[in-house]
């Protein structure tokens, strides 16, 4: 693929409901992260990956928000018991190192209602 | 606790006018600085990303700066022209293993023709 995907690229839910986010990375692109961007601010860090492990999850705001790679390129972001403040766009990024720059997908723009 | 201010918040300038845009962080322990666009309702295109051992690079008609020392980046537009408009973010990668980027809140630019 040319580029990160990211399905759905809208999600509407009720409060309490549960919701999964997906990622599709670059190719080859062993690191992933997933950031939150709410309405008139800059993207904020959710959780990274290397691999199949979260080397950092210290962006999570809760236990409610948690999020697999399971085999190292797809990842999926569930969010549980949802709240009308996870309301947001949920963006993912990959990069093929530490060193290079982050690509981003084009986000899941999530309401809670 | 790395935190990084963009200036100005919004800007409006006619086609054609020569700009810069301001980026500053707290923490000069920095790994490296992508410049973003996004464009509304859509996700992140990277611009430029600079690493902390350049002074500077260039694509097209952006040159972005960095002086780490002093905690500051600038994004320089040539000629603008209208296709310019959307909004600029400026993020950072700090040392010390963490790598996630910190964002600016951004700078929404307007090129009128």
């Known amino acids: 693929g040319a580029g990160v995907s990211q399905t759905p690229s809208n999600k509407v839910t009720e409060k309490g409901k549960y919701v999964e986010l997906r990622c599709d990375p670059i190719s080859g692109h062993t690191a992933l992260y997933w950031y939150r961007q709410s309405l008139g601010q800059g993207p904020e860090f959710l959780i990274y990956?290397?691999?199949?492990?979260?080397?950092?999850d210290s962006g999570l705001p809760n236990d409610r928000f948690f999020a697999v790679r399971p085999e190292g390129s797809v990842s999926t972001l569930k969010i549980q018991r949802t709240e009308r403040g996870d309301s947001a766009v949920y963006l993912c990024?990959?990069?093929?190192?530490?060193?290079?720059?982050?690509?981003f997908g084009p986000g899941t723009r999530l309401t809670v209602l | 606790k790395q935190e990084v201010t963009q200036i100005p918040a919004a800007l409006s300038v006619p086609e054609g006018e020569n700009l810069v845009l301001n980026c500053s962080f707290t923490?000069?322990?920095?790994?490296?600085l992508q410049w973003f666009r996004q464009d509304p309702g859509k996700g992140l295109t990277s611009l430029l990303l600079?690493?902390?051992?350049?002074r500077e690079q260039t694509s097209g008609r952006l040159n972005a700066s960095l002086d780490k020392s002093s905690g500051r980046s600038t994004l320089y537009i040539a000629a603008s022209q209208p296709g310019d408009s959307a909004t600029y973010l400026c993020a950072v990668r700090t040392q010390g293993g963490s790598e996630k980027l910190v964002f600016g809140k951004g700078t929404k630019l307007t090129v009128n023709p």
């Open positions: 923490d000069s322990a920095i790994y490296n």
């Open positions: 990024a990959s990069s093929s190192s530490r060193e290079n720059e982050q690509f």
């Open positions: 600079i690493q902390s051992s350049q």
């Open positions: 990956f290397q691999g199949t492990g979260a080397a950092d």
